[in-house]
């Protein structure tokens, strides 16, 4: 693999990487900081995908964007009154809901489980035309992806640095406490999953304009790709700041896709993609276990050797 080649693979990693770290950072607000396990993230990745697909397809590519956001806090919404109106578990509640969605999708994109963008203007093509004989006209989807990710890391920092969000953080760490400071834990638990499912239908619309179609299977295992880009951004990046922590999660989403964009390049077959996910979480999950554990093994190693 020549230089150039990678360089071109690490650009395409870093487009989607960019795409898809809005999805991480909204699982770092509600798995993170939230302490909720939302499983209706694939579902929602999708509705956020068809959403502004079907928005720009009539021929509004800007009010595509928000329309998918609003889309995606519906989704929050639902989960969230599931979860604390009707006292079901946040992992069911988040199956429920993703379950719901597959048809839901299905009808928004009129009964077909595939849509074309090709003759659509999207957010991206708009970009390239701005951008056309200038030094940036290449990498007009490189420009596109940063920009929303750096609005979205900014509003995501101040927002959890507001009255609000310390609430919301605080939710996270210890309800009970939320509860006898009078906060109402439903309240900002329903407000954390609808900003996170904001993120996750936004990331969906960007990567349905940027490919320019929208399968139905478009955010299949999109949960899984998002927590193993959190695991890897916190291992990356570790604590800190919450500005700190959250370019961690764009770092993150780069460094996985990086990962399995040279494993396509290496014609890995199709159906290794899968193995190779699962294996870069285990990684990213097992790597701060066994750092803690490595003093604790060279004691036992070191003791062994004493006692020969």
Not at 84 to 110: H, P
């Amino acid at each position: 693999m020549n230089v150039l080649s990678f360089l071109s693979l690490g650009q395409t990693a870093l487009e989607l990487g960019l795409i898809c770290s809005l999805t991480v950072l909204a699982l770092f607000l509600s798995y993170s900081m939230l302490n909720v396990c939302d499983l209706s993230t694939d579902g929602c990745f999708t509705l956020g995908a068809a959403v502004g697909a079907v928005v720009a397809i009539s021929g509004h590519p800007y009010l595509a964007i928000p329309a998918a956001m609003a889309a995606g806090i519906c989704s929050g919404l639902i989960t969230a009154v599931l979860q604390t109106r009707m006292g079901i578990d946040s992992l069911l509640a988040g199956i429920i809901v993703n379950t719901g969605l597959y048809s839901i999708n299905i009808a928004i994109m009129d009964g077909s489980s595939l849509l074309n963008m090709n003759k659509t203007e999207t957010v991206f093509t708009k970009a390239k035309a701005l951008l056309e004989g200038t030094v940036f006209a290449e990498q007009y989807r490189l420009l596109v992806a940063l920009i929303a990710v750096a609005a979205t890391v900014a509003i995501l920092t101040v927002f959890l640095n507001t009255r609000l969000g310390l609430a919301i953080r605080a939710t996270g760490d210890n309800p009970d406490m939320v509860r006898s400071s009078s906060i109402n834990p439903v309240f900002t638990t329903t407000v954390g999953l609808c900003v996170a499912n904001a993120f996750t239908g936004l990331s969906g619309c960007l990567l349905a304009q940027s490919q320019k179609s929208v399968s139905i299977d478009i955010g299949t295992g999109m949960v899984t790709v998002a927590l193993a880009s959190l695991l890897i951004g916190q291992v990356l990046m570790g604590r800190g700041s919450i500005l700190k922590r959250a370019i961690g999660m764009v770092v993150g989403a780069f460094a996985f896709r990086l990962v399995y964009t040279i494993a396509l390049r290496l014609n890995m077959p199709a159906f290794m993609l899968k193995l190779v996910s699962s294996v870069i979480v285990i990684l990213a999950i097992a790597t701060p276990y066994l750092k803690r554990q490595m003093p604790v093994l060279r004691r036992r190693l070191a003791a062994r050797k004493g006692g020969r």
